[in-house]
């Protein structure tokens, strides 16, 4: 198996770009994807492969990879932007999936 | 309207089993790979287990392989997980999830269902 690991806090003022990022080893062979999680609710898709948004989801949303770094940056944070945000990728084995830890995005 | 629905969670003692169901309606559910991930509570997501459109390929996390078992009816528009030998760090929300192109990502999730595992 293998781990992802993702700052646990992280905050952003209202209207400013935040980056999320998410380390691991597995990153080097695939693509993370990233996932947004209100309160009470399933977590959502908002980015997968190498840079590619779900319908519905607004383009303030990307992604992009550098080595064994994935980056989820919002352009643009709006107050409905707070959520824990996840990673996830394929284990390094292929037969595997893992996610990181999360990350919880406060909007000031 | 893709949507998937779990349901079968519930309050079971330690050493106990439970069998956990997820319908999915809105799309063909048998050309799609599915998995199980839970959620403890306060806690993060962790992959439990993979499953094949066939059901022919099947992959679990090291923590639950030997007691949990994935399965599914295409026929029915199903998927099941069963789960043996339960533990008090098996307590979570279970969510099934649809991965669109085996690529590892998931999407849709259900709204999950709650399992604790507590005397």
């Known amino acids: 198996s293998s781990e992802l690991t993702q700052d646990p806090a992280v905050s952003v003022a209202l209207g400013q770009t935040v980056r999320i990022t998410c380390q691991g080893d597995?990153?080097?062979?695939?693509?993370a994807s990233w996932y947004q999680q209100k309160p009470g609710q399933a977590p959502v898709l908002v980015i997968y492969?190498?840079?590619n948004r779900p319908s519905g989801i607004p383009d303030r949303f990307s992604g992009s990879s550098s080595g064994n770094t994935a980056s989820l940056t919002i352009t643009g944070a709006q107050a409905e932007d707070e959520a824990d945000y996840y990673c996830?990728?394929?284990?390094?084995?292929?037969?595997?999936?893992?996610f990181g830890g999360g990350t919880k995005l406060t909007v000031l | 309207e893709v949507q998937l629905v779990e349901s079968g969670g519930g309050l079971v003692q330690p050493g106990g089993s439970l069998r956990l169901s997820c319908a999915a309606s809105?799309?063909?559910?048998?050309?799609?790979?599915m998995n199980w991930v839970r959620q403890a509570p306060g806690k993060g997501l962790e992959w439990v287990s993979y499953?094949?459109?066939?059901?022919?390929?099947?992959y679990y996390a090291d923590s639950v392989k030997g007691r949990f078992t994935i399965s599914r009816d295409n026929a029915k528009n199903s998927l099941y997980l069963q789960m043996n030998s339960l533990r008090a760090e098996d307590t979570a929300v279970y969510y099934c999830a649809r991965d669109p192109t085996g690529g590892g990502w998931f999407d849709p999730w259900g709204q999950g269902t709650l399992v604790t595992v507590s005397s």
């Open positions: 492969g190498k840079n």
């Open positions: 996830n990728s394929r284990d390094s084995s292929g037969t595997g999936v893992v």
């Open positions: 499953i094949s459109s066939s059901g022919s390929t099947i």
């Open positions: 597995s990153l080097r062979s695939y693509y």
């Open positions: 809105g799309f063909t559910f048998s050309s799609y790979e």
